[in-house]
């Protein structure tokens, strides 16, 4: 079973306690094994990021390269998603529940908050036949208003972009870039 199968849109699991059938030492595994391979020591490429911020439309044009750090084979996609930070909402801890005090958080921080994709969630079709070594491929994305509401605050927004191998559903290489900024 490959993580692709447990869930398609982000998500994650911390070895606190179990996460449906699956158990704490499977984690434990999946980290240990990709430490263990080194593979984040040579990644397979690099990811470029550009916002171009057009406040006056308020639109923005994100840009994204990638460069083939190695021989790439199969096809790949190209992930984003829009996060934001600091926001405020009622949030339950039941490590409070358990002490027998009140687990409603009323004014919990959240952050990184998944806000919408640009494109399909799962991914846009990015690389149909690999990408060589030194090879560049390069596509931009226009974020318009509509793609947005309005109560979202765009100074707290960020572009979460990674590129997944669609075979697998891993994930080759990610960057970030702030909604706001050039």
Do not use: C
């Amino acid at each position: 079973m490959s993580l692709r199968d447990i869930w398609t849109l982000p998500s994650a699991a911390f070895n606190r306690t179990g996460v449906g059938s699956q158990t704490r030492g499977f984690w434990d595994q999946v980290v240990h094994d990709f430490v263990a391979s080194q593979e984040h020591k040579n990644p397979k490429i690099q990811l470029v990021l550009r916002n171009i911020r057009n406040t006056a439309e308020d639109k923005n044009n994100l840009q994204v390269t990638v460069i083939g750090n190695q021989n790439l084979q199969g096809a790949y996609d190209l992930v984003i998603y829009l996060t934001e930070d600091g926001v405020i909402s009622p949030q339950v801890d039941g490590r409070l529940e358990r002490q027998g005090l009140d687990p409603n958080i009323l004014d919990y921080v959240h952050n990184h908050m998944l806000r919408t994709s640009v494109g399909p969630a799962s991914g846009n079709p990015f690389l149909e036949d690999g990408l060589g070594q030194g090879e560049r491929l390069a596509v931009d994305f226009d974020v318009l208003p509509g793609d947005r509401q309005p109560e979202w605050v765009a100074d707290q927004m960020t572009f979460v972009v990674f590129v997944i191998e669609r075979s697998t559903g891993l994930v080759v290489q990610s960057e970030t870039v702030p909604f706001t900024k050039d």
